[in-house]
């Protein structure tokens, strides 16, 4: 059964400030459990923008199967063999997919918020909506996040109307506080899920198995190879089937190869786990309160997680990384909330130089480059500068630089909310301070000064 509302964008829904779940587009495609596997294939090759199908035992819901984990599933050796011909119910036995129901009369802005709180293989999973009648539907998680922004938006313009005219109902006041706060917890999932997503390609699963088992491979193909010379030293003259297939299978060059190819695949397996190490270092989920850290750990994990913006531009421009690292002391601060800090800077710094290198024939500007410099001042203080040799800040945006809200990037771009937080970070929470010194035409620095214990 097919039946859903009109695909629309995020401003022709006419959404508010308190738009539910029902307002969103809704997919209510069902299938039933025992029919095959390739029923699936058919109705997602049918529905490219179709996210997930609902599954059904007798007309009754069952779950849902999402596009992106069935397709990751078939994609597997053997898979499409085993499952497209037997009943669906076998497949969701098997992967028995997590269901996450939420109701149609929820606000777009919790529901957002409870979204991006799934762990990091679910995050990106679509929606599931009941409605009172007891139906089910499904929303797109990047519908839900369009029109997550779509009501930003609205709360941004509505907040900058009441500060101009200096009047604030009570009413309207309340339900903008509860927006803000929520953004701005929002903005913080949203940044962890690109985090995610940002090395997804990077890991996958079967990471643990190759990792564990990669040594005892190369172990094993050293046996065998040393096997195979023993044999050709006391045997030198094989039957005339052996040296065929020796030919045919180029055996000189397998043995030559077969060590370095297993040595690369080792390679792979620890730089793997070194940006995992690096994101769970820069993220540090698991650690709210105060801690000792090496400030220079922060950094370098940051600029690890930003590594594909650094490199890979269009115009074959990469991003140069300058680091004048001085002696720090540890520091005592609140080691995930910084290095925030440390995300954001570096993120606004990548977006100016894009900018400037796509004037960069007109302007003449010199190689795109980031410098990182850190010093210690008696061991009381810690200061890190981050500069960029971007277009610079003029000193109108300069000003409003730390402001709620404030921002120079289109609508969808940025929420203003990045810089305004870096600030609240280091001043209040840590007792620091954080300036911007910039030059239009000669680029922006961040400097940070941070007192080693602030207790």
Known sequence: MLAIHSMTSANDLNLQLDSTLKELPMWEIQIELNLPGNKLIKHFEQEPLLPGIILTQNETFVGMMSRRRFFEHMSRPYSFGLFSMRPIETLYNFLQPDVFILDQDMLIVEATQLVLQRSPELVYEPIIIKNQSGNYGIVDFHQLLLANSHIHSLTLNKLQRVEEQ???AKAGFRDLKKNYSRLLQNEKMAALGQLVAGIAHEVNNPINFIAGNIAHAIDYSHNLLHLINLYRKYYPQPVDEIKTAILENELDFIVNDLPDLLTSMQTGCERITQIVHSLRNFSRLDESDRKIVDIHEGIDSALLILRSRLNHHKNDQNISIIKKYGNLPLVDCYAGL????FMNILTNAIDALEESMVNSQQLGLTKPEIRICTENIN????????????????EDVKKRLFDPFFTTKPVGKGTGLGLSICYQIIVEKHGGQMNCVSTVGKGAEFIINIPVNSH
């Open 166 to 168: 200096s009047q604030l």
């Open 338 to 341: 910084l290095n925030q800090v």
């Open 379 to 394: 061991n009381q203080h810690v200061i890190i500068r981050i500069a960029d040799n971007g277009l610079g800040i003029p």
